[in-house]
């Protein structure tokens, strides 16, 4: 299933690894959007926003290898 969305993406497995990256970068930002939202509120508790913050940097992360397969 993860293969035809990245397919579907345009981000396929015989894409370049900086385009994989990239697809799976958005569906981390778009996963995280919730915790987000939820770690907004402080009565969630600290699951919810350490949640948040590993997917910020998930994000990040994602972005710096995405950059460093385009050079």
Do not use: Y
Not at 3 to 11: F, N, P, V, Y
Not at 61 to 66: F, P, T, Y
């Amino acid at each position: 299933m993860w293969e035809q969305q990245l397919t579907a993406a345009g981000a396929g497995l015989d894409e370049t690894p900086a385009k994989c990256m990239e697809s799976i970068r958005w569906q981390v930002l778009r996963a995280g959007t919730p915790l987000r939202l939820m770690a907004q509120n402080r009565e969630v508790g600290p699951i919810p926003i350490a949640a948040a913050h590993a997917t910020t940097g998930l994000h990040q992360l994602l972005g710096v290898i995405a950059a460093s397969q385009l050079s």
